[in-house]
């Protein structure tokens, strides 16, 4: 119990520093972007590749739709520290057919924090299918409590 109560109290910390709001999510995407590029240039291009995102360090603010990269799974993100997979539902064999990702982004230079969630569908036939639209969702401690 004692342990719960000390990561709930670190989540609420953790959440102060997260957004929320379009405009700063996309910031924190900029700022994250811009410092893979300074320091992890081959893996950054990779990954803008797999997910097929449109960015360009001459001009870091013109973002794509964010949708792509929220789709990400912890393989694509694996090489680039500002960027984790902290959340993910279904998909794959046996996985179900609701799909759902969070995607953690940290702003080095800044300092705030993002969770962009995508969600989607799939089937062994057509594969993963995402929505459009992502959400920016906050994280929140949960204790429950199961029978077994």
Known sequence: M???IEFAKQIEQDRQLVVVDVES???VVV????DCFL???DELNSFLDDMDFEWSAD?????DSLYKIAKADMYD???LPNFEVVHAIGGGEGGGEYVERVLKVSSPGWGKTAY???TGWYSSYEGTEW??????VLPVAKMIMDFE
């Open 2 to 4: 004692d342990n719960f």
């Open 25 to 27: 999510v996309e910031k």
């Open 31 to 34: 700022d994250a972007l811009i």
């Open 39 to 41: 320091n992890y240039k």
């Open 59 to 63: 001009e870091p603010e013109e973002l």
């Open 77 to 79: 993100v694996e090489n």
């Open 116 to 118: 962009i969630k995508a």
């Open 131 to 136: 929505n459009d639209e992502v959400t920016f």
